[in-house]
């Protein structure tokens, strides 16, 4: 398996730009989570799906910040436009039962 | 409202020597309760878990950790230390509402100096 995967590995945008952060969770795994790291805030979490469905987006930060799941094994969080305070690296960790996979996120810097 | 707290931001220790990473939980009803590690420029990865049992977990990497009811603790241990376990550490419980999702701890930072 080849766990869960992330892509870009790394984005620099120009502020006012849309960015498009992509997943792919492991195979027959239900949920799918989408988190944001930075050093003053942690480990954020922004929305989590189940089934493709959305659960809980009260972590989304603003309107600027939208999240697709349009089948099992296909996600995408959006930013747009995208802002300095953005910047931060993103994960997404997917999951059955108990205990999640984190894939390797992908570190934004908005310029 | 269930949380997790690890109240240091860093530990340090001598490679060879003991380490302990703290965790306290606050949680209604019986804990589901995790250990994850992040490595520099790398994803959390899966450490260790308490679901049910013997309150003595072993996991990943010669890492251990002890569920304590009493003291509503999950802390993480290991006997000798390595430098390359030097990384940052999470502590997190699943909600209870039974949606899957993991609350997070704020993280430790775990130094260990040759």
């Known amino acids: 398996d080849a766990g869960v995967i992330q892509s870009p590995r790394h984005e620099v945008t120009e502020m006012g730009q849309e960015v498009t952060l992509r997943c792919k969770p492991i195979?027959?795994?239900?949920?799918l989570f989408w988190y944001r790291q930075t050093m003053m805030r942690g480990l954020e979490l922004l929305i989590y799906f189940n089934n493709n469905v959305p659960i809980d987006d009260s972590g989304m930060p603003e309107d600027r910040f939208s999240a697709k799941m349009p089948n099992a094994s296909f996600s995408t969080l959006k930013i747009q436009p995208s802002e300095p305070r953005d910047s931060a690296v993103y994960f997404c960790?997917?999951?059955?039962?108990?205990?999640?996979?984190f894939g390797s996120g992908t570190r934004l810097t908005v310029v | 409202a269930q949380s997790v707290a690890q109240p240091e931001d860093q530990v340090n220790v001598a490679e060879g020597n003991p380490l302990t990473v703290k965790c306290t939980y606050s949680?209604?009803?019986?804990?589901?309760l995790f250990w994850y590690v992040q490595y520099p420029n790398r994803g959390l990865q899966f450490l260790l878990k308490y679901i049910t049992g013997d309150n003595l977990v072993k996991g990943s990497y010669g890492f251990e950790a002890e569920f304590n009811k009493s003291q509503t603790s999950f802390h993480l241990k290991k006997p000798s230390a390595l430098v390359s376990d030097s990384a940052l550490y999470f502590c997190?419980?699943?909600?209870?509402?039974?949606?899957?999702?993991?609350?997070f701890g704020q993280g430790t930072t775990l130094q260990v100096k040759p």
């Open positions: 195979s027959g795994h239900d949920y």
């Open positions: 960790a997917s999951s059955f039962s108990n205990g999640y996979t």
């Open positions: 949680v209604s009803g019986n804990p589901y």
């Open positions: 997190a419980v699943r909600d209870k509402s039974n949606t899957g999702k993991l609350i």
